[in-house]
């Protein structure tokens, strides 16, 4: 039966049965029909509260039920399903609150896969809504250009400087079509970012004509490192093709003079003398690279056994002694206690302490000095230093000698025939015993080399 009906049926029979009571009473008790009627409500009021609080209880249940709904807080099921329509409405609550707490239950789930992902991601991810006030950015980005914690409902430009990044961003919001651009920031200590910016459709719109664009999200990608690396790649082919195109071209133009006739005459060996020379440039040339290329490539094989310093240094002085006699230049070395050792590739280590002595040598003046020190700076580490009397190295030029080809007086470098890649062997070198290199330098009074090797070293490669 219906709730309505019920309703009309339990009043008619509360209506019947006070009548049926007035007139008992006022029959056999000879009452009066005021008499009759207030002893009738008197019997009759529990029954008719007992009525009213079995039909009224269901619709309680629902309020609260709804309430609770309204509020978020799902609660309990109803669970009142009878057959009248308080019992079809109570089961499409429940229902509805089923429905409703699945579906929460799924956007939380979603919401902490997203915060995850974008916790995780290493690009810096900035998204704004249709005004273009910021919603939400991850905490790469905030790594990444040091933004302040409060930046939500600003605007992109209050926080990041830039007016191109500010306009591409209303741009996507206007047009909806994405933009790609780089963008250098010197707010963020001069890293460059490659920007990508793509608008945010309505819910079931996108790829529709015509899609309403609610916001757009910004991804940005430090490319800072790839700049440097493009930097370094373009300038080692041109050092490469211009340090190669010197001595070949000397080499085919002495070589074409023999030809036409040259070959007979008297300047014949001086000319083959000059192409043999700078024959054994591009040698050196050649194997240099090979050299950086095996450190670089992780091919450079570290055989290492325990070695005695003041050994190893004797030993090299040999390599370099001459050159250093036809300038007049005296070496000497510094007490190196007998003791002293390190665990290394022998082979390494003479290349590197050859090129720095053969640097000091040729850089130094006529008659000039070069003092050679080894000591354990602290208990895990020996350091090495290599000190000439010479011109010295412009400050300004401290910080990239270690570069490949870089040479701080060019045409005194062409003279002596260095390859401009002894320096740079030498920080790979050290670098992958997990040492360290620098250099010192006072203008006019000259240079000191410094590099150092872990007393228990472990092979990078």
Do not use: C
């Amino acid at each position: 039966m219906s709730f309505r009906w019920k309703l009309i049926l339990s009043f008619a029979s509360f209506s019947i049965l006070l009548f049926i009571l007035q007139r008992v009473f006022a029959g056999f008790f000879n009452l009066s029909p005021l008499s009759s009627l207030f002893l009738g409500l008197v019997i009759l009021l529990p029954l008719a509260y007992w009525t009213s609080v079995t039909l009224v209880r269901p619709i309680r249940r629902i309020t609260e039920k709804a309430t609770q709904l309204a509020s978020e807080g799902l609660g309990e099921a109803a669970h009142i399903y009878s057959g009248h329509e308080l019992g079809s409405l109570s089961k499409a609550i429940d229902e509805m609150g089923f429905q409703l707490r699945k579906r929460i239950d799924e956007i939380s789930k979603e919401r902490d896969y997203l915060e995850t992902i974008l916790k995780g991601m290493m690009e810096g991810v900035l998204m704004v809504d249709g005004r273009g006030r910021i919603l939400m950015v991850n905490q790469a980005l905030r790594n990444l250009l040091s933004l302040p914690s409060d930046v939500i409902n600003r605007m992109p430009l209050e926080i990041i400087r830039n007016a191109e990044l500010e306009g591409a961003i209303r741009q996507v919001i206007r047009q909806g079509k994405g933009m790609a651009f780089e963008l250098d920031l010197p707010s963020s200590g001069g890293k460059t970012f490659e920007v990508n910016v793509v608008g945010i459709s309505s819910p079931g719109q996108t790829g529709k004509i015509g899609e309403e664009i609610i916001g757009a999200i910004a991804v940005f990608h430090d490319i800072t490192r790839l700049k440097e690396l493009e930097k370094i790649r373009k300038d080692f082919v041109a050092n490469v093709s211009h340090e190669l195109r010197t001595p070949l071209t000397t080499i085919k133009g002495y070589a074409e003079t023999l030809l036409e006739g040259a070959l007979k005459e008297e300047v014949a060996s001086q000319f083959i003398q000059v192409i043999n020379r700078h024959a054994d440039r591009l040698t050196k040339i050649v194997e240099d690279l090979l050299m950086l290329s095996k450190i670089e490539s992780k091919e450079l094989f570290l055989k290492k056994e325990v070695i005695s310093v003041s050994e190893l240094i004797h030993d090299v002085l040999d390599y370099v002694r001459e050159g250093a006699e036809k300038r007049k230049i005296s070496i000497s070395l510094s007490e190196v206690p007998s003791s002293l050792s390190v665990n290394a590739d022998r082979g390494h280590l003479e290349q590197v302490l050859i090129n720095l002595l053969d640097n000091a040598v040729k850089y130094n003046r006529e008659g000039g000095t070069i003092l050679i020190s080894a000591f354990r700076a602290d208990p895990k580490e020996v350091r090495f230093s290599i000190k000439d009397s010479g011109i010295g190295i412009p400050e300004e030029d401290l910080p990239r000698i270690f570069e490949r080809f870089y040479r701080v007086d060019k045409g005194r470098s062409q003279e002596i025939g260095g390859t401009g890649l002894g320096l740079s062997i030498v920080k790979h070198i050290v670098h992958a015993y997990g040492g360290r290199v620098w250099a010192d330098t006072q203008m006019g009074t000259g240079s000191t080399f410094y590099f150092t090797l872990p007393t228990e070293t472990k092979p990078l490669m």
